[in-house]
């Protein structure tokens, strides 16, 4: 510990300018948080053979129901599996006292952690195997005794990143970043579609859109190869999900910092494209602060229905998260928090917005202009949901919805409607 630690947590920044410092450093913490949401999923789905059904992977998670404290990542493995849960927290490049600092806040005695989590993981940056043995003690000093502690040191992460995606990666570093980002995302490609698909024009506007998981399962099951997931087409009764944040336009406003606000949208718009792929659904598009995800394409199968409302559910989350941070940083005390959504059902026309384009692509249809209105009519962390698709979920999520009045759209008419509310115990 000490010196020699500290040293170690700044010299990669060291050539940075003080404001593009902070930046840098944030923006690297969420890169880490992507890449430890992947080692984890391959961890349990290559190595020890679960189905990528049962492991979700949530970023931007309530410790526990009743708690502000917000974790970096929750690993869940259903329960008929007879495996529990555990955290995930990133705190690389941070000093050894604000390392012990933050988990006493997140998890330390006395906070509430949900009882299905045995576990906390922290990600540090390179250390001495002293080291790691007087932090891990300290850690346990302090921490929950419900969960235990094992901490990856930047060595330890680098071995995960070359075991399981198969590149040779030697440091973290500002020059390798994006060569690490690269090589993961080739090497998950070649998992997905295989060695002869390897470097397909498709890759990049794919996995952007879609998680590597559902890739994977529509080129097994369905036997799709890259060319043929996004193709114009009408697709039938798939589900749009549309997520708002909150007051984000007084956010911006009585922000001063214009970093604070990059920083606060970064963040959502990554944890928020992550939630949408680990629920099984499609990326579509970010428009300023909102995000649209869609559910059933290319095929409508399985629970894609439930798996919906499971990222809407997990978006709230998230977004309650961006607003806790964001508030942090500004005066000014703010009546909004969190996200409002919406979610209809029905069919969506694919197109291309560039003559024989294959990454330009816009989907058209009714259901997204009613998707907007169900968005703009739910309150703060509330999910409002079309009658047609209430009726198709299964009672076990269809009985956590309320009626509502109609709601009066301009130029749709009436709509027949049901939320989910927080006060409803359901979001």
């Known amino acids: 510990m000490g010196d020699g630690m500290e040293h170690k947590t700044i010299s990669l920044h060291k050539t940075k300018h003080s404001d593009d410092l902070v930046e840098y450093n944030r923006q690297v913490m969420l890169f880490l948080e992507e890449i430890c949401c992947d080692l984890c999923k391959y961890r349990h789905i290559v190595e020890e ?6 492991v979700k992977v949530h970023r931007e998670v309530q410790i526990s129901p009743d708690s502000e404290r917000f974790g970096d990542v929750r690993v869940y493995i259903k329960k008929d599996t007879g495996r529990e849960s555990y955290f995930l927290e990133v705190v690389y490049g941070y000093h050894p006292e604000k390392i012990v600092g933050t988990v ?32 891990k003690k300290k850690l346990e000093e302090i921490l929950n005794p419900g969960l235990s502690i094992e901490i990856w040191d930047e060595m330890h992460f680098i071995g995960m990143i070359n075991k399981y995606f198969d590149v040779g990666i030697e440091n973290i570093s500002e020059k390798e970043l994006l060569t690490v980002r690269s090589a993961i995302d080739d090497a998950k490609w070649r998992f997905t579609f295989g060695e002869d698909n390897a470097n397909h024009h498709h890759a990049a506007h794919l996995m952007w859109h879609f998680g590597n998981w559902d890739l994977r399962r529509f080129h097994q099951e369905f036997n799709y190869q890259p060319e043929d997931i996004l193709k114009p087409n009408m697709y039938e009764q798939v589900v749009i999900l549309m997520a708002d944040l909150s007051g984000f336009s007084s956010y911006v406003r009585n922000t001063p910092d214009q970093f604070v606000s990059r920083d606060s949208l970064s963040k959502f718009y990554s944890a928020a494209r992550y939630a949408i792929h680990n629920s099984g659904g499609m990326l579509y598009q970010f428009v300023g602060d909102e995000v649209v995800g869609i559910f059933g394409v290319p095929v409508t199968d399985g629970d894609y229905v439930e798996n919906a409302v499971d990222c809407a559910e997990a978006l709230i989350e998230i977004g309650k998260s961006v607003s806790s941070d964001w508030q942090r940083e500004i005066d000014h005390a703010m009546d909004a928090s969190g996200v409002h959504i919406g979610i209809a059902m029905g069919n969506l026309n694919l197109l291309r917005l560039r003559p024989f384009s294959t990454h330009h692509i816009g989907f058209f249809g009714d259901s997204i202009n009613l998707t907007a209105r169900l968005m703009n009519e739910a309150a703060q962390n509330e999910i409002v949901v079309s009658n047609v698709f209430h009726r198709q979920l299964d009672h076990s999520y269809a009985r956590k919805f309320s009626t509502m009045d109609p709601i009066k759209a301009k130029n749709i008419g009436d709509i027949l409607c049901w939320k989910l509310s927080e006060k409803a115990g359901g979001a």
């Open 104 to 135: 006493a806040y997140k998890y330390g005695k006395g906070v509430n952690i949900d009882s299905i989590c045995n576990k906390l993981i922290i990600l540090t940056s390179r250390l001495e195997e002293s080291e790691i043995s007087t932090l």
């Open 49 to 54: 053979a679960y189905p990528a059904s049962v």
